[in-house]
């Protein structure tokens, strides 16, 4: 069955760096870009970005430009997230999430558990 | 850039009723490109309906979506105790973006 686990939380101080992992099984790895989405306490969703694991080819959310780097290793079949320069508004809930084959706009049938991330000094 | 619209902001029902939530963008949504997901507490969202009205694999009868253009609506025919959630559109026509989602609640 398809899974996506993710990396446990991370307590971070302001102007530090994150790096999530979120590791794939049950698929062909390089089939399907994964997303990522940010959910801060009690509010909504927020897309980040994608990456293709076949080319580690990214597009990244405006909002998230120059801070956000996503990267894949197909030797394990994880992709990763790392923020930077972290500031208190980057509390939140991290998932990544599975799109369609071959598809950068897509909805979301296969979701991580969420990686709490807590920026706090 | 499109922005999704949910309302109403907190809906209040009773088990067995039947529960309309809209969902309307700014601009025409590409192909009907537009999912609906359930967020339970502590859970991560769950994919409802895609394409508008598509219901995704294990998704019970009981929800449907749907509308085209700029208005979307995702119906739940009679609730169940276990309905009770967040809600959220998105559209992926272009670069995914979420509604703020509708709070359905028991009354």
């Known amino acids: 069955q398809v899974q996506l686990v993710q990396s446990g939380a991370e307590v971070k101080k302001p102007g530090a760096s994150v790096k999530v992992s979120c590791k794939a099984s049950?698929?062909?790895?390089?089939?399907?870009?994964i997303h990522w989405v940010r959910q801060a306490p009690g509010q909504g969703l927020e897309w980040m970005g994608i990456?293709?694991?076949?080319?580690?080819?990214?597009d990244y959310a405006q909002e998230f430009q120059g801070r956000v780097t996503m990267t894949r290793d197909t030797s394990t079949g994880t992709v990763y997230m790392e923020l930077s320069s972290l500031r208190s508004e980057d509390t939140a809930m991290y998932y990544c999430?599975?799109?369609?084959?071959?598809?950068?706009?897509?909805?979301?049938?296969?979701w991580g558990q969420g990686t709490l991330v807590t920026v706090s000094s | 850039e499109i922005v999704l619209t949910q309302s109403p902001g907190t809906l209040s029902l009773s088990p067995g009723e039947r529960a309309t939530l809209s969902c309307r963008a700014s601009?025409?949504?590409?192909?009907?490109?537009l999912a609906w997901y359930q967020q339970k507490p502590g859970q991560a969202p769950r994919l409802l309906i895609f394409?508008?009205?598509s219901r995704a694999t294990g998704i019970p009868d009981r929800f449907s979506g749907s509308g085209s253009g700029t208005d979307f609506t995702l119906t739940i025919s009679r609730l169940e105790p276990e309905d009770f959630a967040v809600y959220y559109c998105?559209?992926?026509?272009?670069?995914?973006?979420f509604g703020q989602g509708t709070k359905l609640e028991i009354k």
């Open positions: 049950g698929y062909t790895f390089t089939t399907y870009y």
């Open positions: 990456i293709n694991p076949s080319d580690g080819g990214t």
């Open positions: 394409g508008a009205s």
């Open positions: 998105q559209q992926y026509g272009s670069s995914p973006l």
């Open positions: 999430a599975r799109g369609v084959p071959a598809a950068i706009l897509s909805y979301f049938q296969y």
């Open positions: 601009q025409s949504v590409s192909s009907n490109y």
